[in-house]
């Protein structure tokens, strides 16, 4: 891994050879996993997200956060099937570790809906209703992390999310 600084002050991390080395933690993969998804460099949050997975596959907010990563800025009606799938299969994942995520629920309500009823698809139980109903009382943070990685406005629970917590500066 090389650290470079941009032109904004910002540090920037390049993934080489990451997985090779064994004194690096879940943790750490995890950190750099959030600073690429920052960056909006979706790519390499992906493969971070999914290092600190296999080193620890007990971090859950990994799960979400590679979710995240997985739809790369992308609205979910332009996404192919099989990462809607690997997305859903992230946060039911994530869900299932921890049963009051409410991020996660949102997250895959927006994903649900923007996929199949956008696509006229039928969706299969959760519907994108039971979720976000399980997770409309997400936190101010996760919500503006949502809104802030993914532009919908076609999309009744993004626009959910937009009108109560209003727009990104």
Same mark, same amino acid.
């Given at each position: 891994m090389t650290r470079q600084n941009n032109n904004y002050g910002r540090d920037q991390f390049n993934i080489e050879n990451l997985h090779f080395n064994p004194a690096i933690t879940g943790q750490k993969l995890f950190a750099n996993g959030l600073q690429f998804? /920052? #960056? *909006? =460099?979706? $790519? #390499?949050? %992906?493969? &971070?997200? %999914?290092? &600190?997975? /296999?080193? +620890?596959?007990?971090?859950? +907010?990994?799960?979400?956060?590679? &979710?995240?990563?997985?739809? %790369?800025? /992308? *609205?979910? $009606? $332009?996404? =192919?099937?099989?990462?809607? *799938? +690997?997305i859903e299969e992230k946060l039911s994942i994530a869900i299932n570790r921890d049963s009051e995520n409410l991020k996660c629920y949102t997250l895959w309500a927006i994903v649900k809906y923007g996929f199949y009823t956008m696509n006229r698809f039928i969706e299969k139980p959760p519907t994108s209703d039971q979720l976000f109903k399980k997770g409309e009382s997400i936190q101010y943070e996760h919500a503006r992390e949502i809104l802030y990685h993914l532009n919908d406005p076609l999309n009744p629970y993004w626009v959910h999310l937009y009108n109560k917590f209003g727009q990104l500066n």
């Open positions: 998804l /920052n #960056q *909006r =460099d979706y $790519k #390499q949050a %992906s493969v &971070a997200m %999914s290092e &600190a997975i /296999n080193v +620890d596959p007990s971090m859950y +907010d990994a799960y979400y956060y590679f &979710a995240i990563a997985l739809l %790369s800025g /992308n *609205r979910p $009606k $332009k996404i =192919d099937e099989w990462t809607i *799938r +690997d």
